[in-house]
């Protein structure tokens, strides 16, 4: 009998619940195990820095397993297709074990395949592993999900955490089915010719060994001042972990633990660290219970809110980062440039996006969806939907962020600005963040004549945000 585990956003073997099954399950019938991978036709459709990095994961991993020799086939295709390759090429198969996904097109691909596989005799078992505490574990009392932050994280806290699960790789060696004895028609060609030969970007920091050296240096050099230095992004204060978990080189749960373990030591920054991983989680279950949220509205009554939706010449300066507000123009191009940005420049440039120029939320949502390489559905739409005031437990709308306070406030000396707009790093301290107040004469020093080599801000943030109060009051009365 074959096991086969169909790997998903699971890409480790520490911390594999379904590896880890099947393993066990081969061991007690004397069966054997193979890992793969199913390539959807959707994933294919646009190749963008979050694809870009998910597939050179996928890469890394499969030349991982090579190194172990074993190998991991690549179906293309769509279910039917792919999956009909699984079954020509393993014609022993007892049953497929993965990782449970969540999203709303996780969920539909995963009943259709399921079910396909369960019509041909072939048993199917999902397996936690991609959250601390899963989306569907946690209900209030009387059953009601979640809707505020607190009040879940109580229970989060208390909720009991899943131990890892370890795999012995000598044993797997053993138990991997022999690739010379099937006859695999896999598309791993076609995945290197059609897919990787076409990424704009080449990722280094990839695979499950880059992820654990991050973490044990990020717990050792950086949890105890987390609390303290998580918002400034000139700091380097947070884990950058996030590409990781995205692609599940790092078990949220090996997470959870190794920094739990330094909780006496790490104190405030160890607690408020493990709080933003039940962020994760509560947007996760957000999402999970309600799949529409991914474009629209959580609040019923922002629905139907005026947004600007056309790709004018607003939404290319904010797109290029040349709004004239050097700290929202910093993270994006932060962003264009690494695929990945500050927490603190995501608040402020989506805040910027949705308050100061009224562009709906949802452009902003898919902006970020193509160029972050950690891209995550239920976050982004959760962090979307907070800075847009129209989430679950989001800001609310009279509080409007203010660009220039936000930069003083977050990049004091602006070191970041200078960082990511080169074109202001002779722009005196004073002047860093309205470089429009420059005098003349200073403009020329610094070699930064505003309207020429630095934009003028472009909008006014003042009369932004008037009107935008007043758009939401309009709708709280109607
Ligand atoms: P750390 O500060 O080191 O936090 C550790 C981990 O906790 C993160 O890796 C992440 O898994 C989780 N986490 C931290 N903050 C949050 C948060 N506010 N919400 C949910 N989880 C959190 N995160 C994504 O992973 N993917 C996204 O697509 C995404 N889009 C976002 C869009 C907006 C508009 C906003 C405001 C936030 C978004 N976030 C997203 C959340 C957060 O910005 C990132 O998780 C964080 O910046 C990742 O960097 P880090 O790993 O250094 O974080």
Same mark, same amino acid.
């Given at each position: 009998?074959?096991?086969?585990?169909?790997?998903?956003?699971?890409?480790?073997?520490?911390?594999?619940?379904?590896?880890?099954?099947?393993?066990?399950?081969?061991?007690?019938?004397?069966?054997?195990?193979?890992?793969?991978?199913?390539?959807?036709?959707?994933?294919?459709?646009?190749?963008?820095?979050?694809?870009?990095?998910?597939?050179?994961?996928?890469?890394?991993?499969?030349?991982?397993?090579?190194?172990?020799?074993?190998?991991?086939?690549?179906?293309?295709?769509?279910?039917?297709?792919?999956?009909?390759?699984?079954?020509?090429?393993?014609?022993?198969? /007892?049953?497929?074990?993965?990782? @449970?996904?969540?999203?709303?097109?996780? @969920?539909?691909?995963?009943?259709? &395949?399921?079910?396909?596989?369960?019509? @041909?005799?072939?048993?199917?078992?999902?397996?936690?592993?991609?959250?601390?505490?899963?989306?569907?574990?946690?209900? /209030?009392?009387?059953?009601?999900?979640?809707?505020?932050?607190?009040?879940?994280?109580?229970?989060?806290?208390?909720?009991?955490?899943?131990?890892?699960?370890?795999?012995?790789?000598?044993?797997?060696?053993?138990?991997?089915?022999?690739?010379?004895?099937?006859?695999?028609?896999?598309?791993?060609?076609? =995945?290197?010719?059609?897919?990787?030969?076409?990424?704009? $970007?080449?990722?280094?920091?990839?695979?499950?060994?880059?992820?654990?050296?991050?973490?044990?240096?990020?717990?050792?050099?950086?949890?105890?001042?987390?609390?303290?230095?998580?918002?400034?992004?000139?700091? %380097?204060?947070?884990?950058?972990?996030?590409?990781?978990?995205?692609?599940?080189?790092?078990?949220?749960?090996? &997470?959870?633990? %190794?920094?739990?373990?330094?909780?006496?030591?790490?104190?405030?920054?160890?607690?408020?660290? &493990? /709080?933003?991983?039940?962020?994760?989680?509560?947007?996760?279950?957000?999402?999970?219970?309600?799949?529409?949220?991914?474009?629209?509205?959580?609040?019923?009554?922002?629905?139907?809110?005026?947004?600007?939706?056309?790709?004018?010449?607003?939404?290319?300066?904010? #797109?290029?980062?040349?709004?004239?507000?050097?700290?929202?123009?910093?993270?994006?191009?932060?962003?264009?440039?690494?695929?990945?940005?500050?927490?603190?420049?995501?608040?402020?440039?989506?805040?910027?996006?949705?308050?100061?120029?009224?562009?709906?939320?949802?452009?902003?949502?898919?902006?970020?969806?193509?160029?972050?390489?950690?891209?995550?559905?239920?976050?982004?739409?959760?962090?979307? $939907?907070?800075?847009? %005031?129209?989430?679950?437990?989001?800001?609310?709308?009279?509080?409007?962020?203010?660009?220039?306070? $936000?930069?003083?406030?977050?990049?004091?000396?602006?070191?970041?600005?200078?960082?990511?707009?080169?074109?202001?790093?002779?722009?005196?301290?004073?002047? #860093?963040?309205?470089?429009?107040?420059?005098?003349?004469?200073?403009?020329?020093? %610094?070699?930064?004549?505003?309207?020429?080599?630095?934009?003028?801000?472009?909008?006014?943030?003042?009369?932004?945000?008037?009107?935008?109060?007043?758009? =939401?009051?309009?709708?709280?009365?109607?």
């Amino acid at each position: 009998d074959i096991y086969a585990v169909w790997l998903r956003n699971d890409l480790r073997f520490h911390d594999n619940r379904a590896i880890h099954q099947a393993l066990r399950a081969a061991c007690e019938t004397n069966g054997r195990v193979v890992l793969f991978f199913h390539l959807h036709p959707n994933f294919i459709t646009t190749i963008d820095s979050h694809h870009d990095y998910f597939f050179q994961s996928v890469h890394h991993f499969q030349e991982k397993c090579q190194q172990l020799n074993l190998h991991l086939p690549i179906f293309f295709g769509d279910p039917h297709e792919a999956f009909s390759k699984l079954l020509a090429s393993f014609n022993t198969l /007892k049953a497929v074990f993965y990782q @449970k996904d969540y999203t709303r097109f996780g @969920k539909e691909r995963d009943k259709e &395949i399921t079910s396909f596989l369960h019509n @041909k005799g072939i048993a199917t078992y999902g397996f936690s592993g991609s959250h601390i505490v899963e989306p569907d574990e946690l209900t /209030k009392a009387d059953g009601t999900p979640y809707h505020v932050f607190t009040p879940y994280f109580r229970k989060w806290q208390q909720h009991l955490k899943p131990k890892t699960v370890s795999i012995n790789l000598e044993e797997l060696k053993n138990r991997y089915v022999c690739h010379d004895s099937h006859n695999i028609k896999d598309d791993t060609s076609y =995945f290197k010719h059609h897919v990787l030969a076409h990424c704009h $970007q080449q990722w280094t920091d990839i695979g499950e060994e880059k992820a654990i050296e991050l973490l044990e240096q990020f717990i050792e050099e950086r949890l105890t001042t987390y609390a303290e230095l998580r918002d400034q992004p000139a700091q %380097s204060g947070t884990s950058n972990l996030s590409p990781f978990i995205k692609t599940g080189a790092l078990s949220p749960a090996t &997470i959870f633990h %190794s920094v739990t373990a330094h909780i006496d030591t790490a104190g405030k920054g160890a607690e408020t660290f &493990i /709080k933003e991983l039940a962020w994760r989680d509560f947007y996760a279950m957000i999402y999970h219970v309600y799949p529409e949220t991914d474009t629209q509205e959580y609040q019923l009554k922002y629905r139907d809110l005026p947004w600007q939706k056309d790709e004018d010449e607003l939404w290319q300066r904010w #797109i290029t980062g040349t709004t004239g507000f050097p700290i929202v123009d910093a993270g994006m191009r932060q962003l264009n440039e690494t695929g990945w940005m500050h927490n603190r420049l995501r608040m402020v440039t989506a805040s910027f996006l949705t308050k100061d120029y009224l562009i709906d939320w949802r452009l902003g949502e898919a902006y970020f969806a193509k160029k972050l390489i950690d891209y995550d559905i239920a976050s982004n739409v959760g962090g979307w $939907q907070w800075a847009a %005031s129209v989430g679950t437990d989001a800001v609310p709308y009279f509080r409007v962020f203010n660009p220039t306070r $936000q930069s003083e406030r977050f990049d004091p000396k602006g070191l970041f600005i200078k960082q990511y707009v080169p074109e202001l790093a002779q722009v005196p301290v004073k002047y #860093i963040h309205h470089p429009a107040t420059m005098p003349h004469a200073t403009q020329q020093a %610094s070699t930064c004549l505003i309207g020429h080599d630095y934009p003028e801000p472009s909008v006014d943030h003042a009369l932004q945000r008037k009107k935008t109060i007043a758009i =939401f009051k309009e709708e709280n009365l109607s």
